[in-house]
């Protein structure tokens, strides 16, 4: 079974990595995780802010996910230290 966490996405730092405020956690979750963490989006590799099409996945991305809650299916933590997860939309 895999870590679960939920909560409020405060920042998006480009196509596919953002900032969530953790609120709740999985009854079952193997490890603990901070209050607030960085999300890599699994199986979606955006451009870089720097690199043609960067700014618009950004952009794209906040549309999306700036201030709403989710849930993210952890899959693993990244040589950077981000949460690499699947993410789910609640509101």
């Known amino acids: ?8 996405v405060f920042s ?3 196509g ?3 900032d969530m405020h953790v609120e709740r956690v999985g009854n079952h979750n193997k490890y603990d995780y901070n209050n607030n963490e960085r999300i ?7 451009p ?7 700014a618009r996945s ?11 809650d989710i849930r993210c299916a952890i ?3 990244d040589e950077y230290r981000r949460l690499v997860a699947d993410v789910t939309i609640l509101n």
């Open 1 to 8: 079974m895999l870590d679960t966490v939920s909560g409020h």
């Open 12 to 14: 998006i730092v480009d």
């Open 16 to 18: 596919d990595t953002f």
């Open 40 to 46: 890599r989006i699994n199986s979606v590799n955006a």
């Open 48 to 54: 870089e802010l720097n690199q043609p099409g960067g």
């Open 58 to 68: 950004k952009l794209e991305l906040e549309q999306r996910l700036l201030n709403h």
């Open 75 to 77: 899959k693993a933590r």
